[in-house]
């Protein structure tokens, strides 16, 4: 061995065996001779062996009686190799060498980021399986190139290794790869105790998905600060307050501002609840006429006797009991503006080719008088019956059902439009705030069970509820437990009534859903609902994850 006699001395001192070898030069001590070329071996067999397992990155071995350590040097390609007899108490030792570097190997292996180290010179010295799944290439492909190479190939772009060579500091950046990946690399330095850098360590992690869904949601960001300013500039317009988030009745609201700019008749159809009244007046607080009065009646609301008087009005004199100055009707005192007409089913039969008349001719006759009265006004009617039925069974006209249904505009139902639920019930909270002076917010649960419910009665039915959980409720808080016992004001859990329109098992899903909801809100844990349902613990997480965490 032509090494210094010095250093070749030292090394003949030592009880394990020392091998060095680079690129150029193979040298070792003396033990190596004994144990090895003495018994047949060449030292180009012995190195050739070295350095295969070098640049497989197996740096532990246990062959021919020997435990091999070996150690990568910080200039390209160096390697040293310690080799440890069985047969010697430092056996011992060096088996528990071998059992850690076999457990750590086997966490490198099994680690599911990416782990990617380099020598201090931006030489691969070892990869795990993610770095093959985040390029598309074998390891053997990447151990042993530097760093450049692999970018230069477009495997990978930036390289974070290169700036902790450039910087001697941590390095942390975002890396997109050949097949599309986006990784969040972290390079950190690994120096020597006299400050050399001997390696650079990456964990790199996918976020590929995660950036998608970051850019998804900046998109819907955006959609929902257009969605905002749309609706600041429709409150703006009308004057009134819109709680509207379901896409089925921003589309209502985009068809009214349509028809809004003419004064063809509008006919508002849909279920008693639904803010057909509400949206009558938005129509008209849209529409050129906004300046002038927007007047209602509810044609249920009077008797047939009085309907008539109520609408044209009459003269002084005009029947026993009328006042003496005569009073104008719905039609004279909103000229110019608009007349709601709601409840247009329930007009008498009578009153129904009057109200055609006006449609028709634009004017009309006070009750005893014989001067026609000229008036503009635009008519929006509304019913929440099946007018063509009413129709066939001849309690409604056919000629004045044509009249009205110029322009029908249907109102989904509060079933139908979930997203308005909980956005409503928090603007009815805050409405009793200000009327009682009574401060109450919704649970989580609450809310849920809130956009749960059927609603038959609408928004109606959910301002009258939250104003009874509201006045009589203690509790500042609104919660799962108020919302099913007001329900169906009577036990904790809601009775099993069939739902029309719904399977056994949605029916099912339904009252589970309100037991595990309203349990898990006086348990607080998963731990603590199995216990009080008596389930196991993943049963309840599991039901937890379904019916409390799916918003």
């Given at each position: 061995?032509?090494?210094?006699i010095?250093?070749?001395?030292l090394?003949?001192?030592?009880?394990i065996?020392?091998?060095?070898?680079n690129?150029?030069?193979f040298?070792?001590?003396?033990?190596i001779?004994?144990?090895f070329f003495e018994?047949?071996w060449?030292?180009?067999?012995?190195s050739?062996?070295?350095r295969?397992?070098?640049?497989?990155?197996?740096?532990?071995?246990?062959a021919?009686?020997f435990?091999?350590?070996?150690r990568?040097?910080?200039?390209?390609?160096?390697?040293?190799?310690?080799?440890?007899?069985?047969e010697t108490?430092?056996?011992?030792?060096?088996?528990?060498y071998?059992?850690?570097?076999a457990?750590?190997?086997s966490?490198?292996?099994?680690?599911y980021?990416?782990i990617?180290v380099?020598?201090?010179?931006?030489?691969?010295?070892?990869?795990?399986?993610?770095?093959?799944?985040?390029?598309?290439?074998k390891?053997?492909?990447?151990?042993?190139?530097?760093?450049?190479?692999?970018?230069?190939a477009?495997?990978f772009?930036?390289?974070?290794t290169?700036?902790?060579?450039?910087?001697?500091?941590?390095?942390?950046?975002?890396?997109?790869?050949?097949?599309?990946?986006r990784?969040?690399?972290?390079?950190?330095p690994?120096?020597?105790?006299?400050g050399?850098?001997?390696?650079v360590?990456?964990?790199?992690?996918?976020?590929?998905?995660l950036l998608?869904?970051?850019e998804?949601?900046d998109?819907?960001q955006?959609?929902?600060?257009t969605y905002?300013?749309?609706?600041q500039?429709?409150?703006?317009?009308?004057?009134?307050?819109?709680?509207?988030?379901?896409?089925i009745?921003?589309?209502v609201?985009?068809?009214?501002?349509?028809?809004?700019?003419?004064?063809?008749?509008?006919?508002?159809l849909g279920?008693?609840?639904v803010?057909?009244?509400?949206?009558?007046r938005?129509?008209?607080?849209?529409s050129p006429?906004?300046?002038?009065p927007?007047?209602?009646v509810?044609?249920?609301?009077?008797p047939?006797?009085?309907?008539?008087?109520?609408?044209?009005?009459?003269?002084?004199?005009?029947?026993?009991?009328?006042?003496?100055k005569?009073?104008?009707?719905?039609?004279?005192?909103?000229?110019?503006?608009?007349?709601?007409?709601?409840e247009?089913?329930?007009?008498?039969?009578?009153?129904q080719?009057?109200?055609?008349?006006?449609?028709?001719?634009?004017?009309?006759?006070?009750?005893?008088?014989?001067?026609?009265?000229?008036?503009?006004v635009?008519?929006?009617?509304?019913?929440n019956?099946?007018?063509?039925k009413?129709?066939?069974?001849?309690?409604?006209?056919?000629?004045?059902y044509?009249?009205?249904?110029?322009?029908?505009?249907?109102?989904?139902?509060?079933?139908e439009?979930r997203?308005?639920?909980?956005?409503?019930?928090i603007?009815?909270?805050?409405?009793?705030?200000e009327?009682y002076?009574?401060?109450?917010?919704?649970?989580?649960?609450?809310?849920e069970e809130?956009?749960?419910?059927?609603w038959?009665g609408?928004?109606r039915?959910?301002?009258?509820?939250?104003?009874r959980?509201?006045?009589?409720?203690?509790e500042?808080?609104?919660?799962?437990?108020?919302?099913?016992?007001?329900l169906?004001d009577?036990?904790?859990?809601a009775?099993?009534?069939?739902?029309t329109?719904?399977?056994?098992?949605?029916?099912?899903?339904r009252?589970e859903?309100?037991?595990?909801?309203?349990a898990?809100e006086?348990?607080?844990?998963t731990?603590?609902?199995?216990?009080?349902?008596?389930?196991?613990?993943?049963?309840?997480?599991?039901?937890?994850?379904k019916?409390?965490?799916?918003?």
């Amino acid at each position: 061995m032509q090494a210094d006699i010095h250093i070749a001395s030292l090394l003949d001192t030592f009880s394990i065996g020392f091998c060095y070898l680079n690129q150029d030069t193979f040298e070792y001590n003396s033990l190596i001779e004994k144990w090895f070329f003495e018994q047949g071996w060449t030292p180009a067999e012995l190195s050739d062996r070295l350095r295969k397992w070098a640049a497989d990155g197996d740096f532990f071995q246990r062959a021919d009686r020997f435990l091999w350590e070996g150690r990568l040097l910080a200039e390209p390609h160096g390697f040293v190799w310690l080799i440890f007899p069985w047969e010697t108490r430092e056996s011992h030792v060096a088996t528990e060498y071998e059992h850690l570097y076999a457990e750590l190997k086997s966490v490198f292996a099994a680690a599911y980021d990416e782990i990617f180290v380099t020598d201090g010179e931006g030489y691969t010295v070892r990869v795990n399986g993610a770095c093959e799944r985040n390029y598309g290439l074998k390891a053997e492909q990447m151990v042993g190139k530097h760093v450049n190479e692999l970018v230069s190939a477009g495997i990978f772009s930036p390289s974070a290794t290169l700036d902790v060579i450039a910087h001697h500091k941590q390095i942390n950046l975002v890396q997109q790869t050949q097949n599309g990946r986006r990784l969040l690399v972290t390079a950190t330095p690994v120096f020597t105790q006299d400050g050399r850098l001997i390696r650079v360590v990456s964990n790199s992690r996918d976020i590929t998905e995660l950036l998608n869904l970051r850019e998804q949601l900046d998109q819907l960001q955006e959609r929902v600060e257009t969605y905002e300013e749309t609706l600041q500039l429709r409150e703006e317009q009308s004057g009134m307050k819109l709680t509207v988030r379901s896409p089925i009745m921003l589309q209502v609201l985009s068809k009214i501002e349509k028809v809004a700019k003419v004064d063809s008749t509008v006919l508002l159809l849909g279920e008693s609840g639904v803010g057909k009244t509400y949206l009558a007046r938005y129509l008209h607080n849209t529409s050129p006429r906004k300046q002038a009065p927007f007047l209602s009646v509810n044609c249920s609301a009077f008797p047939e006797s009085l309907i008539e008087s109520e609408l044209f009005g009459y003269e002084r004199g005009a029947f026993s009991g009328a006042h003496e100055k005569g009073k104008k009707g719905l039609f004279e005192a909103a000229n110019g503006g608009t007349l709601f007409l709601d409840e247009i089913g329930e007009l008498p039969l009578s009153m129904q080719a009057k109200l055609l008349n006006v449609l028709q001719e634009k004017q009309f006759f006070r009750i005893g008088s014989t001067t026609p009265i000229h008036v503009d006004v635009r008519i929006i009617a509304a019913t929440n019956q099946d007018l063509k039925k009413k129709v066939e069974e001849k309690s409604f006209r056919n000629d004045l059902y044509y009249r009205l249904n110029v322009i029908p505009i249907t109102v989904p139902s509060l079933r139908e439009r979930r997203e308005d639920i909980v956005p409503l019930a928090i603007r009815f909270l805050e409405e009793f705030q200000e009327t009682y002076g009574i401060e109450k917010k919704l649970s989580y649960t609450a809310a849920e069970e809130l956009r749960r419910a059927e609603w038959p009665g609408n928004i109606r039915e959910l301002r009258n509820f939250l104003e009874r959980i509201v006045v009589t409720a203690d509790e500042d808080i609104i919660t799962a437990k108020h919302v099913t016992s007001a329900l169906y004001d009577e036990e904790k859990t809601a009775p099993l009534i069939p739902q029309t329109g719904l399977g056994l098992k949605e029916q099912l899903d339904r009252y589970e859903g309100q037991i595990i909801r309203q349990a898990y809100e006086e348990c607080g844990s998963t731990y603590k609902l199995a216990e009080m349902l008596g389930i196991s613990q993943s049963s309840a997480m599991r039901k937890v994850n379904k019916y409390v965490k799916e918003l």
